[in-house]
């Protein structure tokens, strides 16, 4: 998320200069938005001992945080096959607990939850189903901005909108 970063508008490459801690190997997404709403962007980056497999990003000119959050994790489900086994790691406690935990129980009452309607549904549902075709993949929520390399290059990725319009 842009507003808590330690180091604004680094370059993916400054990052990798900069930053070594954190796990090696699995998937990395972030999203990020200048207001909320306001122009935002995602990011993902695929690693494989500390090398990179795929990286993919993108932005958008009105949305909100928690929209590319979750889009960089769909995106993220989309560039892996449904075979693979690996964790895909998230700073979005939000999007973690809505896989891991909450989509179920929507699911099982028609998409509805007890607390009033699900916000970005549309997104949610693809992100469930994504997860759902493939098993194997462990999703699992990572501290932002605490050095992690893997995690900072994606929030880079995420805000790269930001270098280029700002």
Known sequence: MA????????T???VLEKHSAGPKSGVFTDGSCEGN????????VW?????IV???QGHVGDTTNNRMELTALIEAY???GVDAALTIYSDSQLCVNTVNQWAAGWEARGWKRKG????????VRELYDLAGDRPNIQLEWIRAHDGSRWNEYADALAS???RRSG
Do not use: S
Not at 37 to 44: K, V
Not at 116 to 123: Q, R, W
């Open 54 to 56: 795929q990286e993919g």
């Open 37 to 44: 709403p306001g122009p935002g962007g995602w990011g993902f």
């Open 116 to 123: 009033g309607p699900i916000k970005n549904l549309e997104l």
């Open 3 to 10: 507003a808590r970063r330690n180091d604004p508008f680094l």
């Open 78 to 80: 989309k560039a892996l």
């Open 12 to 14: 993916p490459e400054e």
């Open 160 to 162: 790269a909108y930001m």
């Open 47 to 51: 690693v494989e001992d500390d090398q």
